[in-house]
C-alpha cells in the first residue's frame, strides 16, 4: 500500500450539500432557507440584537473601574533570582532590569520590575529594581545583599 492508495472507508465521508443550485438537487430557489424575513437574506442578524428587547450589553449595570494610570510591573521571586545564581544565569554581584531579561528570568520589562518575597535566598545580592516588597527587602539584607529601589 502506498500514501497515494490511502482511503477512507465506504461512508466514512459525505459531500457537502450545494445549495441555490438548481430544482433537481432539493436545495434550488430558496436554498433551504424558507421564504422572506432577514433570516432568508444575505448578512444574517446583528451580533446581539435581541428582536428590538433591550441587549442583554445594556440591561447589566457597568461595573469596575480601571486606572488608566496603574503601572504593570514584571514580577520576580527571590527563590527564582537564587535558582538562576545557582544555574549560572546570573551573577549576585551586580543584578538589574538587563541582566534579568538577559538572562530570561523575566520575559519583557514591561513599567519596570517587582520584587516580591517568595522563597529564600542565600546568596550575598545586589539589586536594582524600580520596586521591591518590605519582606524582599528584608530578606536579601538579611543575608548580606542589597536592595537599590530605582525611580
Known amino acids: 500500500m502506498k500514501l497515494n492508495e490511502l482511503k477512507n472507508n465506504p461512508g ?12 433537481g438537487s432539493g436545495k434550488g430557489k430558496t436554498a433551504g432557507r424558507g421564504v422572506k424575513g432577514q433570516k432568508s437574506r444575505s448578512g ?9 428587547q433591550m441587549p442583554i450589553y445594556r440591561r447589566l449595570p457597568k461595573r469596575g473601574f480601571k486606572n488608566p ?9 527571590l527563590d ?20 534579568l531579561l538577559k538572562s530570561g528570568v523575566i ?9 516580591l518575597a ?3 535566598i542565600t546568596s550575598s545580592v ?8 518590605k519582606a524582599a527587602v528584608a530578606a536579601v539584607e538579611k543575608a548580606g545583599g542589597k536592595v537599590n529601589v530605582i525611580a
Open 80 to 99: 527564582t533570582i537564587q535558582k538562576a545564581i545557582d544555574a549560572g544565569k546570573l551573577t549576585a554581584d551586580a543584578i538589574d532590569v538587563e541582566a
Open 126 to 133: 545586589n539589586i536594582s529594581v524600580n520596586s521591591a516588597s
Open 69 to 77: 494610570f496603574a503601572l504593570h510591573f514584571a514580577v520576580v521571586n
Open 44 to 52: 444574517g442578524a446583528k451580533y446581539g440584537f435581541e428582536g428590538g
Open 118 to 120: 517568595r522563597g529564600a
Open 12 to 23: 466514512a465521508t459525505k459531500d457537502r450539500i450545494r445549495v441555490g443550485r438548481g430544482i
Open 107 to 115: 520575559s519583557k520589562k514591561m513599567d519596570g520590575v517587582r520584587l
